[in-house]
């Protein structure tokens, strides 16, 4: 799926099949969070995968009894580690950087998810000390987060957004210009052939990369025969 319409296809889905989800599939989940960017590189984030339905129940009224999300097959709690971000940023690691890092991995795995077909929320409304109990959380790790994934059983339409110009400003806080297309460049056709040549140079990079990883993987399996 191209980036863009993952990006604006997303959804919050409240409205689950009772199936399971690949266990593939929440392994690339976590992967996507893994390689969000995190402040020094501190990776100071924790996944907890819930699969087990009484938990999944729990967790529903942990998150201010919000039912429906118990028939949304995982459940991932993502943790904040806030001590080695204290230990390098002081109170703004702990506070801030943390929030930002695991809020990174959480959109990663939104879209991942998306990018597979699969539903999925970002529950930020919960009891932090029923949410601790149910998965044994230390007291010096903060649940940040409940994600719920399944296949979805609904199709909801994009809640408004706010025009781009109304959160805009232009080299100094609250300051607009009279023509803000001209700003955005949607003037003429010049967006449409920059978006035309990256796609271009994009293409030609992937296949190269392609033809690498190909040859890479035949190298790989050659070596295997031989020293079998
Ligand atoms: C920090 C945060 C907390 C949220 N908490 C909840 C929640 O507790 N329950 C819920 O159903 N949705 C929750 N959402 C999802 C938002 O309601 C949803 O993202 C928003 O309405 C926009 O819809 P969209 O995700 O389909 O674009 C939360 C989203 C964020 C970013």
Same mark, same amino acid.
Request: hydrophobic letters at 35%; a negative charge; glycine letters at 6%.
């Given at each position: 799926m191209e980036l863009k319409d993952c990006i604006f296809n997303r959804r919050s889905v409240r409205k689950y099949l009772d199936l399971e989800v690949p266990r593939e599939m929440v392994g690339e989940i976590i992967q996507a969070g893994s390689m969000a960017p995190s402040s020094g590189n501190l990776q100071n984030w924790g996944f907890i995968i819930v699969r087990d339905k009484s938990a999944r129940n729990k967790m529903a009224d942990a998150?201010?009894?919000?039912?429906?999300? @118990?028939? @949304?097959?995982v459940h991932i709690v993502v943790c904040g580690l806030e001590d080695p971000s204290k230990h390098h940023y002081g109170l703004r690691g702990e506070r801030l950087y943390t929030v930002q890092n695991c809020a990174a991995a959480i959109q990663n795995m939104l879209l991942t998810a998306h990018d597979l077909g699969l539903g999925s929320c970002w529950i930020g409304g919960f009891d932090e000390g029923m949410v601790k109990d149910i998965c044994d959380i $230390?007291?010096?790790?903060? $649940?940040q987060a409940v994600l719920a994934f399944g296949i979805p059983d609904e199709k909801p339409d994009i809640p408004k957004r706010e025009n781009i110009y109304n959160m805009s400003f232009f080299e100094e806080y609250d300051s607009k210009v009279e023509d803000s297309d001209e700003c955005f460049g949607y003037h003429g056709d010049l967006m449409l052939k920059s978006l035309k040549s990256s796609k271009e140079t994009v293409e030609k990079k992937t296949d190269k990369w392609l033809d690498k990883l190909e040859k890479h993987t035949k190298k790989f399996l050659n070596n295997r025969k031989e020293n079998k």
């Amino acid at each position: 799926m191209e980036l863009k319409d993952c990006i604006f296809n997303r959804r919050s889905v409240r409205k689950y099949l009772d199936l399971e989800v690949p266990r593939e599939m929440v392994g690339e989940i976590i992967q996507a969070g893994s390689m969000a960017p995190s402040s020094g590189n501190l990776q100071n984030w924790g996944f907890i995968i819930v699969r087990d339905k009484s938990a999944r129940n729990k967790m529903a009224d942990a998150c201010l009894q919000q039912d429906w999300m @118990a028939n @949304a097959n995982v459940h991932i709690v993502v943790c904040g580690l806030e001590d080695p971000s204290k230990h390098h940023y002081g109170l703004r690691g702990e506070r801030l950087y943390t929030v930002q890092n695991c809020a990174a991995a959480i959109q990663n795995m939104l879209l991942t998810a998306h990018d597979l077909g699969l539903g999925s929320c970002w529950i930020g409304g919960f009891d932090e000390g029923m949410v601790k109990d149910i998965c044994d959380i $230390p007291d010096n790790v903060r $649940p940040q987060a409940v994600l719920a994934f399944g296949i979805p059983d609904e199709k909801p339409d994009i809640p408004k957004r706010e025009n781009i110009y109304n959160m805009s400003f232009f080299e100094e806080y609250d300051s607009k210009v009279e023509d803000s297309d001209e700003c955005f460049g949607y003037h003429g056709d010049l967006m449409l052939k920059s978006l035309k040549s990256s796609k271009e140079t994009v293409e030609k990079k992937t296949d190269k990369w392609l033809d690498k990883l190909e040859k890479h993987t035949k190298k790989f399996l050659n070596n295997r025969k031989e020293n079998k």
